[in-house]
């Protein structure tokens, strides 16, 4: 017998604007029980000091999570010149420091190595696996570790404004599992005076910007007032990077059994998309012969 899940089925996206001092999970928790929803997720995660868009997603919304992980995010932070930390930014103690200042000159000149397709080791105190558990709580516990390079595209590294001599702002738009901190971190060490992050903000991920994205104070009223569907967003938002296809009604069924379905249009073989039926989200997964071969099907 099928276990029954506590809660509402409710389907959708909440963008939070996650402010800092709190961890991703407990955002995730917090919207979960507002909705009294039975199952809810994040779209990548952001470090307890970061603020910014945090997506979360409520019951079917959680299948399209890897799409939305995927999906190019922009941030926004300060870099202190100066001192290195054991996490990269400023809640970590401070392990070696620097009286040495880059020019501006110096700063802009060092970002181009930054950009494009990249090698960046994570932080110590990161949610990579080490042997099965987690850097960060290795470090905790005062293990140093040799993390291994790992692959990252740069679209845009831009230094926006240079408050004074001991700090730097910039923006980057990356690709999925970009460290911040580790840029901090390697810029500082490229200009010979250490580095790490004052603070750090996510402006957007993919679809969801922060100029959509309610405080979590907003959502506690929206939870007493009752009025919290009007801040849900739809399920399909997180699929507008994907062709959009008509399932025809017999199509709508096999894929709802997840069986390849018919559908209306064309595309070339193989490429990916996914199928709707009466304004809903059936299935997405790869174009063959006129049908959709589904790896996630949405049960409305």
Request: proline content about 6%.
């Amino acid at each position: 017998m099928a276990r029954n899940r506590k809660g509402r089925p409710v389907h959708g996206w909440v963008i939070v604007d996650k402010p800092a001092r709190i961890g991703s999970t407990d955002v995730v928790n917090i919207v979960r029980r507002a909705f009294a929803a039975q199952k809810a997720g994040h779209a990548g995660t952001l470090d307890p000091a970061a603020t910014g868009v945090l997506a979360v997603a409520l019951g079917e919304a959680t299948k399209t999570i890897p799409l939305i992980a995927d999906a190019p995010k922009c941030y926004r932070f300060r870099v202190t010149f100066g001192a290195s930390t054991s996490t990269d930014d400023a809640e970590g103690a401070v392990t070696a420091t620097s009286a040495h200042r880059p020019t501006d000159a110096q700063v802009l000149a060092a970002l181009p190595a930054f950009r494009g397709d990249i090698l960046q080791v994570p932080p110590q105190v990161s949610a990579v696996r080490v042997d099965g558990e987690r850097a960060y709580d290795l470090a905790r516990d005062g293990v140093a570790m040799d993390l291994a390079a790992r692959p990252l595209h740069v679209e845009l590294l831009e230094l926006t404004a240079r408050p004074d001599a001991d700090h730097a702002d910039l923006e980057m738009v990356c690709g999925k599992g970009g460290y911040v901190r580790s840029i901090a971190r390697d810029l500082g060490l490229t200009l010979g005076c250490l580095g790490h992050v004052a603070w750090l903000r996510r402006e957007w991920s993919g679809p969801f910007h922060t100029r959509d994205a309610i405080a979590l104070d907003s959502l506690r009223h929206r939870a007493e007032a009752g009025t919290l569907e009007e801040i849900l967003q739809p399920l399909e938002l997180a699929l507008a990077s994907l062709p959009q296809l008509q399932a025809t009604p017999e199509g709508a069924i096999r894929l709802r059994n997840g069986n390849p379905g018919q559908v209306l249009g064309q595309l070339p073989q193989g490429e990916p998309a996914w199928a709707e039926y009466q304004g809903r989200a059936v299935a997405v997964g790869h174009y063959i012969g006129g049908q959709l071969v589904p790896n996630r099907v949405f049960n409305w």
